[in-house]
């Protein structure tokens, strides 16, 4: 079984530029997460997706954020401008229930350099 | 509000048994789960609890306390490839049912 796909792996951009990010779930996977992770701390959650429609979104930045999942499968993850601060790691996951457990999935990640 | 607090880091001796604790408090809870992370690469599933007590897995193990808000890790038999980060996160069944994760123990595993 084919994993959580992501590209691009690495990407450099300056300040005020904007930035894509693409991910594939995992076949049959409804739902979506993006998070975001910085340098030494845990995933923070962006955005989830159940199959095209958004659950939550509370922590979106949405004055430079953007995100779709059009037919349900793919998804991406948009910023614009990018800041600084927005250096980190953006990890795609998708998950299914399984014997009652929520079994989620990473992909391996967009690492982000804002300079 | 929700909020989950781990050490930043520890340090163990490879052979040895060391156990990384997480406390939490978050509305919606349902079920506990500890991730491992090697640095540069995404988080792998290890273990989940969702009621009180001790699930064991190989050389890890998950205890659970739903009333004291607190998740441990066991690792035993410590390998140099345990050296990892690992992340507690609680699953909650509100806000669209989704994880929140803690801030992560980076563990040193040292000869």
């Known amino acids: 079984e084919a994993g959580v796909a992501q590209s691009p792996r690495y990407k450099i951009i300056e300040k005020r530029q904007s930035v894509a990010f693409w991910c594939n779930p995992i076949?049959?996977?409804?739902?979506l997460y993006w998070y975001q992770q910085i340098l030494g701390q845990g995933p923070k959650l962006l955005i989830q997706?159940?199959?095209?429609?958004?659950?939550?979104d509370s922590q979106l930045p949405k004055d430079r954020f953007s995100a779709e999942r059009l037919k349900g499968v793919d998804s991406t993850l948009k910023i614009q401008p990018a800041k600084l601060e927005d250096s980190a790691v953006y990890l795609c996951?998708?998950?299914?229930?399984?014997?009652?457990?929520?079994?989620?999935?990473f992909g391996p990640g967009t690492r982000l350099l804002v300079l | 509000g929700q909020n989950i607090d781990q050490p930043t880091e520890m340090t163990a001796t490879e052979g040895a048994i060391v156990q990384i604790n997480c406390t939490y408090q978050?509305?919606?809870?349902?079920?506990l789960f500890w991730y491992q992370q090697h640095a540069g690469e995404a988080p792998t599933f290890l273990s989940y609890?969702?009621?009180?007590g001790l699930e064991e897995k190989g050389r890890f193990s998950s205890f659970l306390s739903r009333s004291k808000g607190y998740s441990y890790l066991l690792l035993k038999e410590l390998q140099m490839k345990d050296s990892a980060s690992y992340l507690c996160?609680?699953?909650?069944?509100?806000?669209?049912?989704?994880?929140?994760f803690g801030p992560g123990t980076r563990l040193s595993v040292l000869p």
């Open positions: 609890n969702v009621l009180d």
């Open positions: 996160a609680v699953y909650r069944d509100n806000y669209g049912q989704n994880f929140v």
């Open positions: 076949s049959g996977h409804a739902t």
């Open positions: 978050t509305s919606g809870f349902n079920g």
């Open positions: 996951a998708s998950s299914m229930r399984t014997g009652g457990m929520e079994t989620q999935y």
């Open positions: 997706f159940q199959n095209n429609g958004v659950v939550d």
